[in-house]
């Protein structure tokens, strides 16, 4: 399915450009969002790096999901990979990230801090207190590969990272959940491996909309 996907995307894409040249403003109004999960291995497109960097002025925007970066450096190259992070205006980490080099870079794009120690010296003429300050990353590799389920660090620009806590649609207690049941109860569910699912009652697509996503 990768050829077919590429070619699709890269229609929409060639689509999107067409239409914001053509507007008044240069840019798509509502925006477009590539939101590509996967990426390198659905939808390896070779023009994915330059896309993330010149299209957010023509209101196409490109959320590039990535298992690591490794995936992206072998599609893309190492400058293209460069280029990925550093036209990329929001960087999320998910938990579960092993690699060693991968954590090293994080931890280089979450920043650094300066951290203040104090040592106290005692002589024959009295005590003194001396003050040092040291940059130290703000996460370290081993914080960043114990990021648990749901834990994700949020990185704006160049504002520190956030830590974030993920709600998923279908859990209790969330202010989703009362949507998914009320969408549940609209549309008919799978119940044996196999069996064909009927096709939801007409207008009923545009309720199903309202139902926010949810991240994995």
């Known amino acids: 399915m990768t050829g077919p996907l590429s070619a699709l995307v890269d229609a929409v894409v060639e689509e999107a450009k067409g239409r914001a040249r053509r507007s008044y403003a240069g840019r798509l109004d509502p925006a477009l969002l590539l939101a590509l999960d996967e990426l390198t291995n659905i939808c390896p497109l070779p023009q994915i790096p330059s896309l993330v960097s010149q299209s957010g002025g023509q209101g196409i925007f490109v959320a590039a999901i990535l298992q690591n ?43 650094e801090y300066d951290q203040t120690t104090f040592s106290v010296q005692q002589s024959s003429s009295g005590m003194s207190m001396a003050g040092h300050i040291r940059r130290q990353p703000i996460y370290d590799s081993t914080q960043l590969r114990q990021l648990v389920e749901r834990q994700a660090l949020v990185s704006y620009r160049s504002l520190a990272p956030v830590m974030l806590h993920q709600d998923r649609t279908f859990d209790r207690g969330t202010r989703f959940c009362g949507q998914r049941k009320e969408s549940m109860a609209r549309f008919p569910t799978m119940t044996e491996a196999g069996q064909a699912v009927s096709a939801p009652a007409p207008g009923a697509w545009g309720a199903s909309i309202e139902a926010p996503g949810y991240w994995r």
């Open 69 to 111: 970066f490794a995936q992206a450096e072998r599609r893309y190259g190492l400058v293209g990979l460069r280029m990925l992070l550093a036209a990329s205006t929001v960087r999320v980490l998910l938990g579960g990230g092993v690699d060693a080099e991968d954590m090293e870079r994080w931890g280089k794009l979450f920043g």
